[in-house]
């Protein structure tokens, strides 16, 4: 254990004795090795809040660092507001119940009014919520889509969208002020705090199902007959995104009964991301079983969806960006009037979604990574009275918008979405494989993929940023040299700088830690760190007019990423 860990240690073991004894015997209890990666730093607290494994430790989700990052967002909204509120959530994770009530008496103690769900609820429904009771601000207690180990704490605005970088750093100027172990005993009571605490009652949820509805494109269309299996992988969408389906006259809808009810502990799919084909596994196997057309999965904060679509004998699963660029073609053929609108997507995803935009005359804003980038945009577009002219915002990490009246990626809105965009081309003789080739026949192939390398821990951390900077330190000759294809254009955005071989421009975008190369044979390559988990992120884009070449490429530099990570 080295100095910093040893001296957190030590701390820890010295205050646990007036706070609890059941947490004291745990800490003595721990390995060296465990006890070294839970106490070498304090868990960084950004612009998405709070994500990590659970356990004792400065380095871990707990009562402890809960209890500290609240209040330092307590303390931050008195600073700002006069009589602040928070919308509190929390989703099917071991423990997210007892963060958000214990959260809920932080605030309390604070002064802080607190609007709270009595029950698990999807991450898009908090974001609805802040809009909807005008409060000053929202939490809710999830992890996403990461194992059943971590838990996280995210936070929103006023506007309903997650933080800003500013709000963040004044945030963390407040917790920096905090020891989690002092006062801690007197600031999570909740002896004087009922009357500030309310539980949210189902008229606000009901709002929200309605508000989904009505972003429907098939109003008053035939009845449904896609048959669809649903899983929300033992998380949040459990209740809503069934009735949303249903009540949108989907009548021929299966649920996997294993992944069904909410379970902290994902038996089934140890990874519940719709991301991954292991998690997709029971829902492709009811699907075949049952004859289904369509499979969508939630993860457990049910903010992402994933889907699988039955083509021939077997099922197909698609990515972010092929479902974002489906939806977006499916936009162009049922709705009118589309010429200026607006789609919003993130820079690492897919460029392909430009050329249909530009076919139909519509603008596409670029943002950085992060939903709450689209969520300012569409605030943006409020303030200047044309939110109506939003239409559809994504990222290629399974997150898709259409709903104006929330903030954050969702996943009950692309259910829905999804299933009505599926029964219409059914409906016209066509599977989405099919119009995905349609759409790729007319523009040209492209194909995407994204690779992750896990380096946990501290050496992880500093592996992640030697690769980083190998690609951020190498000249044109360089590179291309290493792609074994010319590069065109050098995109550093932490520089916040654009190079092509003779010249700079100034990137207008807040600063961030990715890199992106555009190579002369239509190839996109874009690194950047996680910044919720122990990753490095490779986002690899191909076009081409012959689909073999395209998948040639996509192959020839994922290995060129494996490579340089292993040599690394």
């Not at 704490?153 to 997650?162: C, T």
């Not at 029971?282 to 699988?308: F, Q």
């Not at 993130?346 to 969520?375: P, Y």
């Not at 995407?448 to 940023?465: F, H, M, N, Q």
Request: glycine letters at 6%; aromatic letters at 10%.
């Amino acid at each position: 254990m080295n100095e910093i860990a040893l001296g957190n240690f030590n701390i820890w073991k010295k205050k646990l004795q007036k706070i609890s004894r059941k947490d004291l015997e745990r800490l003595l209890e721990m390995k060296e090795e465990d006890a070294s990666d839970s106490f070498y730093k304090a868990l960084s607290f950004g612009t998405g809040g709070l994500r990590g494994k659970m356990g004792l430790g400065t380095n871990r989700i707990n009562e402890y660092t809960i209890y500290k990052a609240t209040r330092g967002v307590g303390l931050y909204l008195k600073s700002k507001f006069n009589k602040p509120s928070v919308v509190i959530g929390y989703d099917s994770r071991n423990h997210s119940r007892e963060y958000a009530y214990l959260s809920a008496n932080v605030f309390a103690n604070l002064g802080i009014k607190v609007h709270i769900f009595r029950e698990l609820i999807p991450t898009p429904v908090v974001s609805f919520a802040i809009r909807y009771l005008k409060a000053s601000a929202g939490i809710i207690l999830t992890a996403s889509h990461n194992p059943k180990e971590y838990n996280g704490y995210k936070v929103y605005n006023e506007n309903a969208n997650q933080i800003t970088l500013d709000e963040a750093n004044s945030i963390i100027d407040e917790i920096n002020k905090i020891d989690p172990l002092n006062e801690f005993l007197e600031y999570t009571n909740n002896i004087n705090t009922s009357l500030l605490i309310n539980e949210i009652n189902d008229d606000l949820i009901d709002d929200y199902i309605k508000s989904t509805e009505k972003t429907s494109l098939l109003q008053g269309f035939y009845s449904k007959e896609i048959k669809i299996v649903y899983t929300p992988l033992n998380g949040a969408g459990y209740k809503l995104v069934p009735e949303v389906l249903k009540n949108r006259g989907f009548k021929n809808v299966l649920i996997v009964d294993e992944q069904k009810n909410p379970d902290g502990n994902f038996p089934t799919c140890p990874k519940p991301n719709p991301e991954l084909k292991e998690a997709m596994e029971l829902g492709i196997k009811l699907a075949k079983s049952s004859n289904s057309d369509l499979l969508i999965a939630t993860d457990p904060d049910c903010d992402r969806c994933g889907i699988g679509v039955r083509h021939n004998d077997d099922f197909v699963l698609l990515n972010g960006n092929e479902v974002a660029i489906l939806m977006l073609n499916y936009l162009t053929e049922v709705k009118r009037d589309l010429v200026d609108k607006e789609i919003v997507r993130s820079i690492v995803s897919t460029s392909f979604i430009d050329k249909i935009a530009k076919a139909s005359n519509i603008k596409v804003k670029k943002v950085l990574t992060g939903f709450k980038f689209i969520g300012e945009e569409m605030n943006r577009l409020e303030r200047k009275g044309k939110l109506d002219d939003f239409l559809f915002g994504f990222e290629e990490s399974y997150g898709y918008l259409t709903n104006k009246e929330v903030r954050d990626k969702d996943a009950v809105n692309a259910a829905l979405f999804i299933a009505e965009m599926s029964e219409y081309y059914r409906h016209n003789g066509h599977s989405l494989i099919e119009q995905l080739d349609d759409v790729y026949k007319k523009y040209g192939y492209n194909k995407t993929i994204l690779l992750t390398e896990e380096l946990d821990g501290e050496k992880g951390l500093k592996r992640i940023e030697e690769i980083v900077q190998k690609f951020r330190n190498m000249y044109f000759n360089e590179l291309d040299e290493l792609f074994s294809e010319k590069v065109s254009v050098k995109e550093d955005y932490l520089l916040s700088k654009s190079f092509s071989r003779h010249a700079s421009s100034e990137i207008l975008l807040p600063k961030s830690n990715v890199l992106i190369f555009m190579l002369e044979d239509e190839t996109r390559f874009m690194i950047r760190p996680s910044g919720t988990e122990p990753k490095i992120k490779c986002y690899i884009e191909t076009n081409d007019k012959d689909k073999k070449e395209c998948l040639l490429k996509l192959d020839k530099y994922a290995n060129l990423f494996r490579k340089i990570v292993n040599e690394l």
